[in-house]
């Protein structure tokens, strides 16, 4: 049993096969999975001042994308994306950290015309992920921030020429056509089904969309959207340009700063930490002798709605100056027994309001409490007794005024607090050494996923959803360390970083190989391989044009391979090239003479 890294290769079987489906036929990938275990993290959203913190758990996903090494070739990392997964009692949050490639994907065998492959399998993970942690009754949020850079994940991979880094506008249609088939598996909001009295059935997960962009207005944030939204009927949209922050949240009547979710190396984020400079300080507000009697109540003194939050982060330096940030959610609701139109409620929070029938039939009715005989109930007894004394009375004394002596602890007791305590002796050391094999680094006695619950209140852990090598939250931040140390703009190096840093991985988790081999399935469509060559037609079916003292009576035979042939008398030949008429010059294979007749000639001076 490993105890810092363990190894699921049946748990990523559903992801690979989800992705062989969804690749083209015959197309090989390596894929390799690291995930980390459920760990307590800070919590994403603020609190009020005076409350709980949300306890918050916080598992990483990272996947990687290699070319097949052979005989001839050396494994070499082609595309990587990174997921974090905030898990709380009422909310679970999939955020999207980071996205990049090489520029090496042109070294992979594809067919002339396929969909984008890195596309098609951003769009598979995420699927797989909203598949997995689906709880029940609670919503599930998919949350990014699209935002160009040269490279996020593999250091140099910018100086190689083949990598095409996409413009600000670019990089959000491109995530927007990555979610919009995660987000089309699922029925719009709008789509439920009328029940009795005013309940509405709702009988599967609802998707919905949301894009904003600082800095663009209605209609300039709708371009973005992705191509299917047009056919989307106006009262069931699918994309839409607001954000959900009131809709996941507990209370949406809250402050600003207790909706807005605060997430790593997010330009909301940075924002965030300069509004909390306004709020006054906690043991500032709780001194009582402070004179300026300031009290944090959690509000901002610059920015008192959502709407003025959004205004100022389009004046923000990474939202500005020709620089375009595009904030994404896809909202999932989960299916629900009954919901009010007004305002939803789950199966668990009715559960809780109304008590169970079975323990109501046990209360006696007050025509029973009358029958029964008053001799048959126990006696009062100060363990029975509703009405007793929390604690013993003491008996009186004759001084009202207990003596000082009474609230001193004893003099025994003190001492005996006073003395140190004394260490036992380690005996030494006798007999003869035994060796003992060297043990991996990394397999220390730290907790393993056989210890790990699956499944709490706080957070969901299938199997399924795990990557192929789990590995503890510290190791998982070393071999994300290691791979930012890495250099990728040569082929030959990145090679080299690729096979060093899997072998890295390999070592922590005590592990010899590990990767999983993926080849697409998925069959091409016959349109996508037509080729824009010329249609030649074949002379019999050439249909010239008929002579004006044609007769109706000539008409053409079918032959007997099905064809219609035209009869001589229809086909009109080209005429010959014949001389003009004499003064209308004369026609050659390529030039025009005039004739004589036709040329004049510039009279001379002396003749006017």
Not at 70 to 76: C, I, K, Q, V, Y
Not at 281 to 298: F, L, M, T, V
């Amino acid at each position: 049993m490993l105890a810092s890294g363990s190894s699921h290769s049946d748990s990523s079987d559903s992801l690979i096969e989800k992705l062989a489906i969804a690749l083209p036929k015959n197309v090989q990938f390596n894929i390799h999975h690291v995930s980390s275990y459920p760990t307590r993290c800070a919590a994403i959203y603020a609190t009020p001042p005076g409350s709980k913190t949300e306890k918050t758990y916080c598992e990483s996903h990272y996947l990687t994308v290699s070319r097949t090494p052979s005989s001839t070739t050396d494994e070499l990392f082609i595309y990587a994306i990174e997921v974090l997964i905030y898990s709380t009692e009422r909310l679970t949050t999939l955020f999207v950290s980071k996205a990049d490639s090489t520029g090496y994907i042109h070294l992979i065998e594809t067919p002339a015309v396929v969909p984008s492959l890195l596309k098609t399998i951003s769009s598979t993970l995420i699927s797989h992920l909203v598949e997995t942690r689906q709880r029940a009754g609670i919503k599930l949020v998919v949350s990014l921030f699209a935002r160009a850079q040269d490279q996020y994940l593999f250091p140099g991979s910018i100086e190689n020429s083949g990598k095409h880094v996409l413009d600000d506008r670019g990089l959000v249609r491109w995530w927007c056509k990555v979610l919009d088939p995660v987000l089309r598996q699922h029925p719009a909001e709008e789509e439920y089904k009328g029940g009795d009295d005013g309940w509405d059935i709702v009988v599967s997960t609802r998707a919905k969309a949301y894009l904003i962009v600082p800095g663009c207005d209605k209609y300039e944030t709708s371009s973005f959207f992705p191509p299917s939204s047009k056919a989307d009927p106006p009262d069931r949209k699918r994309w839409s340009n607001a954000h959900p922050l009131r809709q996941i949240a507990t209370n949406p009547s809250g402050r600003p700063r207790c909706l807005i979710p605060h997430f790593p190396d997010d330009p909301k984020a940075r924002f965030l930490d300069e509004l909390d400079d306004e709020l006054p300080d906690a043991q500032e507000s709780q001194n009582i002798n402070n004179q300026s009697k300031r009290y944090n109540n959690g509000q901002w003194k610059s920015v008192r709605t959502l709407e003025q939050f959004w205004e100022l982060m389009a004046f923000r330096q990474e939202c500005s100056s020709g620089r375009l940030v595009g904030f994404l959610w896809v909202v999932f609701t989960p299916p629900e027994t009954l919901s009010r139109r007004d305002g939803q409620m789950s199966g668990e929070s009715q559960a809780s309001m109304f008590p169970d029938l079975s323990d109501l039939a046990m209360l006696p009715t007050p025509l029973q409490s009358q029958q029964q005989d008053p001799l048959s109930f126990p006696p009062q007894t100060p363990e029975h007794s509703s009405y007793a004394d929390p604690l013993p009375l003491s008996p009186r004394t004759s001084s009202p005024i207990q003596p000082q002596s009474a609230t001193k602890p004893l003099p025994q007791l003190s001492f005996l607090q006073s003395q140190p305590k004394r260490r036992p002796k380690k005996r030494p050391l006798t007999g003869p050494i035994v060796t003992r094999k060297p043990r991996i680094k990394g397999a220390s006695s730290r907790s393993s996923s056989s210890t790990q619950p699956e499944k709490t209140k706080h957070y969901s852990w299938p199997k399924s959803s795990r990557g192929q090598v789990v590995l503890s939250e510290k190791d998982y931040k070393r071999a994300m360390d290691l791979l930012l140390r890495l250099d990728f703009a040569d082929q030959k190096v990145a090679a080299s970083s690729t096979t060093r840093w899997v072998n890295e991985v390999a070592v922590i988790a005590g592990m010899r190989n590990w990767g999983q081999l993926v080849v697409g399935k998925k069959e091409p469509f016959a349109e996508a391989f037509v080729t824009n060559k010329v249609n030649t037609l074949n002379n019999s079916t050439v249909k010239k044009k008929r002579k004006s003292n044609d007769t109706d009576g000539q008409c053409t035979t079918p032959s007997n391979d099905g064809v219609t042939m035209l009869s001589t008398e229809l086909m009109r030949k080209k005429p010959k090239t014949a001389d003009v008429e004499k003064g209308q010059g004369t026609l050659s294979s390529s030039i025009n003479i005039l004739g004589s007749g036709l040329v004049r000639k510039k009279p001379k001076t002396a003749d006017v």
